[in-house]
């Protein structure tokens, strides 16, 4: 088991799907459950605030993340990277609840897989503390912005940014399962680095 953590930008979907590719392992994004959730409190028109609902419509919730995203039968893919779903994930990813409910899930996966490659915020703290590899990835906070926003002038780069900043905030921040350095994770800063550099200092580890 592969755990990789780290801020948005930081590389973790790029790189986890590529270790598990050279690897020949699976590779589950729970970033991407966190926002099924929210994409389904919008749909339903909950607030993604109210804990007690949210936490009703996580346990009925059929989430499916693999190549597509599909939520209830309905492929989410595109939807849940819009910026309706981030703003509303950090309010679900605060409930705890919901937390419960998606480890759950996700170790449920881990057992299944017998080995695999899975990235998030609380990955090598909470989900996977006995992982074989624990990965922390940074990268610089322009080069985060870079990555998602593209070069600044571009249409809605101000936004993306200002989302980046705000999720960091309040995912490093919260009570519940903050983004932190898991015991035992290796820092690799991937600011400088290309994918396969990453990647072999990953693999490394092993
Ligand atoms: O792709 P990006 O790094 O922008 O975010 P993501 O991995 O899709 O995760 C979206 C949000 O879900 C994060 O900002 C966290 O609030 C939450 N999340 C979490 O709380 N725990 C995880 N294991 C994964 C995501």
Redesign the pocket.
């Known amino acids: 088991m592969i755990a990789i ?6 590389g ?2 790029t790189v986890a799907r590529a270790v598990a590719a050279r690897l020949g392992l699976n590779h589950l ?7 099924s959730v ?1 994409f389904a409190a919008l749909r339903d028109g909950i607030d993604p605030s109210d804990d007690t609902a949210v936490a009703a419509l996580v346990q009925r919730l059929s989430i499916e993340v693999d190549e597509w995203v599909i939520v209830d039968g309905e492929d989410a893919t595109e939807a ?2 819009g910026s309706a779903v ?1 703003v509303a ?2 309010a ?3 409930n705890q609840a919901v ?1 419960t409910e ?1 480890v759950r899930r ?1 170790r449920a996966w881990a057992d299944e897989q017998g080995g695999g490659v899975m ?5 090598g703290s909470v ?1 996977l503390p006995d992982a074989d590899v624990k990965v922390y990835l940074t990268a610089s906070d322009s080069e985060r912005a870079r990555r ?1 926003a593209g070069e600044s002038g571009q249409p809605g780069h101000d936004e993306v940014v200002a989302d ?1 900043a705000r ?2 905030q ?2 490093s921040s ?1 009570a ?2 903050p ?1 932190v350095v898991a015991d035992g994770a290796v820092v690799l800063d991937t600011t400088d680095r290309t994918v396969d550099e990453v990647v072999d200092a990953v693999v490394a580890l092993l």
Request: without cysteine.
């Open positions: 953590d780290g801020p948005a930008g930081s973790k979907s994004d729970t970033g991407a459950m966190y926002r929210a849940i990277r981030s994930v950090s679900v990813a605060q937390r998606l996700q990235e998030g915020r609380d990955i989900v998602r980046l999720r960091d309040v995912d919260r519940a399962s983004l």
